[in-house]
């Protein structure tokens, strides 16, 4: 079965740190750009971050710019989110998700929901 886990959720209090982990299980994600997605009860879905297969690209949205780092272990099949000074509103639910890249467009990254997988998300909570 092909899919993404996603894990690392938690509540912390405002300024706090967390990191998300994606892992990928029945495929491996070497030949894909990576999207962090983000979705707040009542909100529309939106782009946090994504890198490229290379890993040396990365992109991201306004909102966690500064705050926020994409990262990938192939060896260990994972994509990584790190967050930093977290905020009340950056409480979501966040999904990875990956899109299929081929070897010329290996160092791109869009942050699109034009994607091939999805995970079940995990819950972030920014709350004191």
């Known amino acids: 079965q092909l899919r993404l886990v996603e894990s690392g959720g938690d509540l912390v209090q405002p300024g706090g740190s967390l990191r998300l982990s994606c892992a990928a299980s029945g495929f491996t994600l070497d030949d894909y750009a990576i999207v962090w997605f983000r979705q707040a009860p009542g909100k529309e879905r939106e782009g946090v971050s994504c890198?490229?297969?290379?890993?040396?690209?990365?992109q991201y949205a306004d909102s966690v710019k500064g705050r926020f780092t994409i990262s990938r272990d192939n060896a260990k099949n994972t994509v990584y989110l790190q967050m930093n000074s977290l905020k009340p509103e950056d409480t979501a639910v966040y999904y990875c998700?990956?899109?299929?890249?081929?070897?010329?467009?290996?160092?791109?990254?869009?942050?699109?929901?034009?994607?091939?997988?999805w995970g079940q998300g995990t819950q972030v909570t920014v709350s004191s």
């Open positions: 998700t990956a899109k299929s890249m081929g070897r010329l467009f290996s160092r791109r990254c869009v942050i699109s929901s034009d994607n091939d997988y």
């Open positions: 890198i490229s297969r290379s890993g040396d690209i990365t």
